[in-house]
C-alpha cells in the first residue's frame, strides 16, 4: 500500500514563507515521480510542482503561478520531497495535496491524471 504523508501547512501572513513535506516509503521515492497539487474551494485541483530523479539526474516542473515563488526539492536520505513556499499571497491558500506515479516523460508531471497515489493533504491558509 502506498502511502504519502504531508505535513507542514498552516496559517502565514501575506508575503511570508512555510515549508511543505512529503515523505513516503524508499521503494516509491526513488523510482516514482512526484508532484504537489492545490485545490482552493470552489476551484478544480491545479498542478503546482513536480520532481523527477532518473539515472542521476534531478528534473523539476514548476507551474506558471508560482516560479520565483516556489521551489520543489527531495532528500533521499529521508524519502522526502519538499514543496519550499515563499512570498505567499491570498490566493495560495488551498489544501496542497501530495502525489506519486511513474512518469515517464516530464510533460506529463503536471497532469493529475498521471498520478494515481495522494496524499490526505494539509492545509494552507494565507491571510493578514
Known amino acids: 500500500q502506498v502511502q504519502l504523508v504531508e505535513s507542514g501547512g498552516g496559517l502565514v501572513r501575506p508575503g511570508g514563507s512555510l515549508t511543505l513535506s512529503c515523505e513516503t516509503s524508499e521503494q516509491i521515492f526513488s523510482t516514482y515521480s512526484m508532484g504537489w497539487f492545490r485545490q482552493a474551494p470552489g476551484r478544480e485541483r491545479e498542478f503546482v510542482g513536480a520532481?523527477?530523479?532518473?539515472?542521476?539526474?534531478?528534473?523539476?516542473l514548476h507551474a506558471d503561478s508560482v516560479k520565483g515563488r516556489f521551489a520543489i526539492s527531495r532528500d533521499s536520505a529521508k524519502n522526502t520531497m519538499y514543496l519550499q513556499m515563499s512570498g505567499l499571497k491570498l490566493e495560495d491558500t488551498a489544501v496542497y495535496y501530495c502525489?506519486?506515479?511513474?512518469?515517464?516523460?516530464?510533460?506529463?508531471?503536471?497532469?493529475?491524471?498521471?498520478?494515481?497515489?495522494w496524499g490526505q493533504g494539509t492545509q494552507v491558509t494565507v491571510s493578514s
Open positions: 520532481v523527477r530523479y532518473n539515472d542521476g539526474t534531478t528534473n523539476t
Open positions: 502525489a506519486a506515479g511513474q512518469i515517464t516523460a516530464i510533460y506529463k508531471m503536471s497532469s493529475s491524471s498521471e498520478y494515481p497515489y
